[in-house]
T-cell receptor, first 113, second 114 residues
Framework: GENVEQHPSTLSVQEGDSAVIKCTYSDSASNYFPWYKQELGKRPQLIIDIRSNVGEKKDQRIAVTLNKTAKHFSLHITETQPEDSAVYFCAARDSGGYNKLIFGAGTRLAVHP | KAGVTQTPRYLIKTRGQQVTLSCSPISGHRSVSWYQQTPGQGLQFLFEYFSETQRNKGNFPGRFSGRQFSNSRSEMNVSTLELGDSALYLC?????????????FGPGTRLTVT
């Protein structure tokens, strides 16, 4: 089955810096890769996603890149702000299972003013 | 549109009891997936329901079960609760078809087993 690894587990940056979180997946047939942001005590929130037929997608300060050959995808946050502090999860859609998402272990991002 | 709702938000149960959790998806969405979130295991897929049928299941014991009603609302049931079942149970709503894979989570039910 699909396996997703996420690095780093924690990330600390200064406000205004960029942050990059990386994930690798094992199933080359996976075709959908979402990213979720989870603030303390709140639900995971879908912030951006990418499909396997696209190499990069941007939405304001966040972007996701996908390298299908290497089976890895990354989240890029530019001009970080304190409100970006949260746990970020990457996920890959299991190729055998409709809406089954396999999640990475999460990255705790701290943005210091 | 109203978002995904889950009830109850908090539950405390004793080992050996059973529990039923409820999820109402976004209006028009026909797919409901359930996930268990724990500090040790992260987010793990339990099962997915679409049009009242379970179409995928994760690696959880048979004590975990679910169902979906004709209005797309879903319930999950855990029987013979164990201490290790303490977790945040999240449901996610998706349209379920037409190549649309986006899933939107509810606020979760925090289950504590004592």
């Amino acid at each position: 089955g699909e396996n997703v690894e996420q690095h780093p587990s924690t990330l600390s940056v200064q406000e205004g810096d960029s942050a990059v979180i990386k994930c690798t997946y094992s199933d080359s047939a996976s075709n959908y890769f979402p990213w979720y942001k989870q603030e303390l005590g709140k639900r995971p929130q879908l912030i951006i996603d990418i499909r396997s037929n696209v190499g990069e997608k941007k939405d304001q300060r966040i972007a996701v890149t996908l390298n299908k050959t290497a089976k890895h995808f990354s989240l890029h946050i530019t001009e970080t702000q304190p409100e970006d502090s949260a746990v970020y999860f990457c996920a890959a859609r299991d190729s055998g299972g409709y809406n089954k998402l396999i999640f990475g272990a999460g990255t705790r991002l701290a943005v210091h003013p | 549109k109203a978002g995904v709702t889950q009830t109850p938000r908090y539950l405390i149960k004793t080992r050996g009891q059973q529990v039923t959790l409820s999820c109402s998806p976004i209006s028009g969405h026909r797919s409901v997936s359930w996930y268990q979130q724990t500090p040790g295991q992260g987010l793990q897929f339990l099962f997915e329901y679409f049009s009242e049928t379970q179409r995928n299941k994760g690696n959880f014991p048979g004590r975990f079960s679910g169902r979906q009603f004709s209005n797309s609302r879903s319930e999950m049931n855990v029987s013979t609760l164990e201490l290790g079942d303490s977790a945040l149970y999240l449901c996610a709503s998706s349209s379920g078809g037409g190549g649309s894979y986006e899933q939107y989570f509810g606020p979760g039910t925090r289950l504590t087993v004592t």
